[in-house]
């Protein structure tokens, strides 16, 4: 049954003005009308990933510490380090973890426990004080004084624990350290 109403309208999706036959007409035509359809199917879609992106960049902490077993993404967004790391973790033995297929899960209880471990204080090296400039030398003079490579002296500071100190944008190493170090290397050549 047609109507035989003439009622003027603008159409919801190109603004133009029309003579629309019912109460119900938004569009001025089935093309106004598809394109319409297409772009709040295509923002509905764009607003759920966004939603999904949200999730995924901000998971829910407190939801994550209510769970006895978590994966380990899950773990590695609660304690804020990398997955890579739990997995080394995981590898050295120092955390339990439980298997379900392919997927790995760690109970809470476990995880909480590895950090109440108490700290070694032996294992930790004392503070030392920096001992003023005079007593110092820089990077460049240790190897123009000794004729000793940059990578060198480097991997020698290193393997030794020699205490460096920046100041500005030099650093410095004590004079007794790097002394002893390349005295006790020449009596060896003796």
Aim: charged share 25%.
């Amino acid at each position: 049954m047609s109507s035989k109403m003439k009622i003027t309208r603008v159409c919801q999706f190109c603004q133009n003005e029309f003579t629309a036959q019912t109460t119900k007409t938004k569009f001025c035509s089935l093309k106004c009308g598809s394109k319409a359809y297409k772009l709040r199917t295509r923002q509905s879609k764009i607003a759920e990933s966004n939603r999904q992106t949200e999730i995924a960049k901000n998971p829910n902490i407190e939801v994550i510490k209510t769970k006895d077993y978590i994966d380990v993404y899950q773990a590695s967004n609660l304690l804020g380090i990398s997955r890579r790391t739990i997995y080394r973790l995981i590898e050295r033995g120092e955390l339990d973890i439980a298997k379900f297929g392919s997927r790995t899960v760690i109970r809470r209880c476990d995880l909480d426990s590895f950090f109440s471990i108490p700290l070694d204080q032996s294992l930790l090296r004392p503070v030392q004080e920096f001992p003023g400039l005079e007593n110092c030398y820089t990077i460049t003079q240790i190897q123009q004084k000794f004729g000793i490579s940059p990578g060198a002296l480097y991997m020698l500071i290193q393997r030794q624990g020699i205490a460096k100190y920046a100041v500005g944008k030099f650093n410095y190493v004590a004079k007794k350290d790097i002394d002893i170090i390349f005295n006790a290397r020449e009596n060896e050549k003796e």
